[in-house]
């Protein structure tokens, strides 16, 4: 689904996206989502995926989503301060879906909710987080 995503604001994947196989399928102003195969090297000793791929999946899209500017030549950074990560569902299927909105803030710090699903639409996990914006990009 890349009818969301300006060709023009696609970023060269960072190393963990990368090794994840991590794709941006949207972005604008306040949302971001993100899509990676369910494949075995993400399963626990449960076989489930692992926790920390949810929480790394949704730290991504919420910062994604906060730090959108439509405008390929003006990067803006953000650290994540605080963030909270309820587990709710096992995942079925192919495909996690994470999506991230940012919520509010001001000029420094904002927040965003995030939410994982699998293709099926089951909510895997939700989450909350306090993300700073770097200062100079």
């Known amino acids: 689904m890349t009818d969301e995503l300006d060709p023009r604001l696609i970023e060269e ?11 941006m399928t949207a972005w604008r102003k306040d949302y971001a989502r993100i899509e ?5 090297q993400l399963m626990n000793r449960q ?6 791929i949810h929480a790394t ?10 730090c959108y500017t439509g405008d390929p030549d003006r990067q803006q950074m953000a650290l ?5 990560v309820n ?3 096992q995942a079925n299927g192919e495909i996690l879906i ?7 803030g001001g000029r420094k710090t904002y927040f965003a909710e ?20 770097r200062s100079g990009g």
Do not use: C
């Open 57 to 66: 999946l949704l730290d991504s899209a919420m910062g994604y989503a906060g």
């Open 80 to 84: 994540t301060l605080s963030m909270t």
């Open 13 to 23: 994947p960072y190393p963990l996206q990368k090794h994840l196989n991590m794709r």
């Open 47 to 52: 076989g489930l995926p692992h926790g920390g």
């Open 36 to 40: 990676i195969p369910l494949t075995h």
């Open 114 to 133: 995030g939410r994982v699903t699998d293709h099926t639409g089951t909510v895997i996990a939700t989450s909350t987080g306090v993300f700073r914006y």
């Open 87 to 89: 587990y709710l569902a």
């Open 98 to 104: 994470t999506e991230g909105w940012r919520t509010g």
